[in-house]
T-cell receptor, first 116, second 116 residues
Framework: DVKVTQSSRYLVKRTGEKVFLECVQD?????MFWYRQDPGLGLRLIYF???????EKGDIPEGYSVSREKKERFSLILESASTNQTSMYLC???????????????FGPGTRLLVL | QQQVKQSPQSLIVQKGGISIINCAYE??????FPWYQQFPGKGPALLIA???DVSEKKEGRFTISFNKSAKQFSLHIMDSQPGDSATYFC???WGEGETSGSRLTFGEGTQLTVNP
C-alpha cells in the first residue's frame, strides 16, 4: 500500500513565524503536490514537483515556497505565517498506471494549521 | 476562478436511496475526470474516474455519467449506505507529460450524509 505521511496532524503558530510542513511518500513516485483545503473552496493546488529539485507553482503559490531535496520528501514552507494561511494542508503523490489510463493521487492525512 | 463547479454543497439521503452529485467544467482540454472521497480526519482517496471517450463508468454502486457536449459529469451512488457518508470531490485534469499531465483542478466538495 502507498503511504503518504505528514509530519504533524495539528500545528499552532504565531503570525510572522516561519513554518515547515513535511511530507514523505514511500512509493518512489516522481510527482508530489501540496494543496490547501478550505470549506466551500475544495482543494487548491499550492505547488507541485515532478522531480527532485524541480517545482512548479500551482494556483495559489503566494506566501509559500517548497523544497524537494530527495525524491521521497516534499516540504512546504510558509515564509512568514499569516492568519489567512490558517487551513488544512494536504500532501499527495502521484501514481500513473503504465498504460496511462488511470492517474491516482495518494493523499496524506493532512496538517491542520492554525496561525494566531 | 473555479474551473470546476460542483453542486450541491451538501446532500442528505435516506439509506437505500440514490445520491447524485453534479459537476460542470469550463476547460475543454480536460481529459481525465476523477472523483475523490474523503472521510473525517483522512485525506481524500480516489473513488472512480472516467475519460471522455466513454459516457458512463460503473464500479459497484458508484457510477460516473459524462456529457461531453454539456461539459458536465456526475456521480451516482446507488443504494446509498450510512458508510457512504463523507465529502466527495470531483476533479479534472488535462494533458500529458511531467508538468501538466496530472495537475488536478477540484470542485468545491459535497458533504453527503446518509441517514439510517
Amino acid at each position: 500500500d502507498v503511504k503518504v505521511t505528514q509530519s504533524s496532524r495539528y500545528l499552532v503558530k504565531r503570525t510572522g513565524e516561519k513554518v515547515f510542513l513535511e511530507c514523505v511518500q514511500d512509493m518512489d513516485h516522481e510527482n508530489m503536490f501540496w494543496y490547501r483545503q478550505d470549506p466551500g473552496l475544495g482543494l487548491r493546488l499550492i505547488y507541485f514537483s515532478y522531480d527532485v529539485k524541480m517545482k512548479e507553482k500551482g494556483d495559489i503559490p503566494e506566501g509559500y515556497s517548497v523544497s524537494r531535496e530527495k525524491k521521497e520528501r516534499f516540504s512546504l514552507i510558509l515564509e512568514s505565517a499569516s492568519t489567512n494561511q490558517t487551513s488544512m494542508y494536504l500532501c499527495a503523490s502521484l501514481s500513473i498506471v503504465i498504460t496511462g489510463t488511470q492517474e491516482t493521487q495518494y493523499f496524506g492525512p493532512g496538517t491542520r494549521l492554525l496561525v494566531l | 476562478q473555479q474551473q470546476v463547479k460542483q453542486s450541491p454543497q451538501s446532500l442528505i439521503v435516506q439509506k437505500g436511496g440514490i445520491s447524485i452529485i453534479n459537476c460542470a467544467y469550463e476547460n475543454t482540454a480536460f481529459d481525465y475526470f476523477p472523483w475523490y472521497q474523503q472521510f473525517p480526519g483522512k485525506g481524500p482517496a480516489l473513488l472512480i474516474a472516467i475519460r471522455p471517450d466513454v459516457s458512463e463508468k460503473k464500479e459497484g454502486r458508484f457510477t460516473i455519467s459524462f456529457n461531453k457536449s454539456a461539459k458536465q459529469f456526475s456521480l451516482h451512488i446507488m443504494d446509498s449506505q450510512p458508510g457512504d457518508s463523507a465529502t466527495y470531490f470531483c476533479a479534472a485534469s488535462w494533458g500529458e507529460g511531467e508538468t501538466s499531465g496530472s495537475r488536478l483542478t477540484f470542485g468545491e466538495g459535497t458533504q453527503l450524509t446518509v441517514n439510517p
